[in-house]
């Protein structure tokens, strides 16, 4: 079976690298082009592509600016595909693109499907406090994300496990799901299961933008903020401290006893008691934060030397 993969991000190089090291048949790779980034604006692969010239991979890569348009598409038809895999690439695929492959086009979500259809699926589901998480593996269709579930798999979400902690687990479930997809499709053995439309919920890309905390918050809320904002971007405040303005990252909290205080409020900031704010109906504790200019560090460690501390 001949597959075209499409993939941009982490989580798409997770996935491209399973099925390599399982040597399926990759006849060509589609992915992001270049961009720039950092300050300097210098221009950086995307991570699957870094991730197969590090490899020494000697297929093709595209990087269609449009992967629809027709020039491109008949790039894609000479190489005569049985399939194409899609994880995380980040282009709608139109119809004269999806008709290519002889089986069809199957795509990586992880959402329980039709539940955070859209860019976001895993952290919009962390920010929301959702109990249970999964991934879907489905028949790609013009509209984003709505078509026929082939495989699904649902996951526990723990109280305190982050977005970035999910996502790793969710991706390992994926690899798994998608290659048992794959035999099916193979051995003509698919079952396909229409979504409810009804109810479709669908996310938006999250940025730093997003990021910025507000205290108006309750704990159960802020601590969901939290989580689903560890690692990226990370959940984000304005501090005062010894007379400088700086960027505060959050990436751990945890509820608190503490009462009092008006929401932003630092009720405490020591050695003995930690580092506690006032939010809607209480307070949280935070366990893990970095500062503009520094690493990541414990709360314990960031108070030592500094004897207060602001909110902006």
Not at 179 to 197: A, F, H
Not at 211 to 240: H, T, Y
Request: proline fraction near 5%; charge should be neutral.
């Amino acid at each position: 079976m001949k597959i075209i993969f499409f993939g941009t991000d982490l989580f798409a190089k997770e996935i491209l690298s399973f099925l390599l090291e399982r040597e399926l048949s990759i006849v060509a790779v589609v992915t992001q082009p270049d961009k720039p980034k950092g300050r300097d604006q210098n221009l950086s692969s995307p991570p699957v592509k870094e991730f197969l010239q590090e490899k020494g991979w000697d297929g093709p890569i595209f990087q269609p600016e449009r992967a629809s348009r027709p020039e491109f598409v008949e790039v894609l038809q000479r190489l005569e595909p049985d399939l194409f895999v899609v994880v995380s690439y980040g282009q709608l695929l139109k119809q004269n693109l999806l008709d290519v492959p002889r089986l069809g086009a199957i795509n990586v979500h992880p959402s329980l499907l039709p539940k955070y259809r859209g860019p976001s699926p895993v952290q919009s589901a962390v920010l929301a406090g959702e109990k249970e998480v999964g991934t879907t593996i489905m028949e790609m269709v013009l509209a984003m994300d709505a078509g026929d579930i082939l495989r699904v798999q649902k996951l526990s979400l723990g109280e305190e496990t982050t977005f970035g902690e999910i996502e790793k687990e969710l991706c390992n479930l994926s690899k798994k799901l998608l290659l048992e997809t794959i035999g099916d499709l193979k051995s003509g053995t698919v079952k396909k299961e229409p979504q409810k439309e009804s109810e479709a919920l669908y996310t938006k890309k999250i940025t730093s933008l997003d990021s910025v905390i507000d205290w108006q918050r309750s704990k159960e809320e802020l601590c969901n903020f939290v989580r689903g904002m560890n690692p990226r971007p990370g959940a984000r405040c304005f501090v005062e401290v010894q007379g400088k303005k700086l960027l505060l990252k959050i990436f751990r909290i945890k509820k608190s006893e503490e009462k009092g205080g008006r929401p932003g409020e630092v009720l405490f900031f020591d050695a003995k008691r930690g580092f506690h704010v006032a939010c809607r109906d209480g307070a949280i504790a935070i366990e893990e934060l970095q500062i503009e200019g520094k690493k990541k560090m414990t709360t314990l460690d960031f108070i030592k030397g500094i004897n207060s501390i602001t909110i902006l």
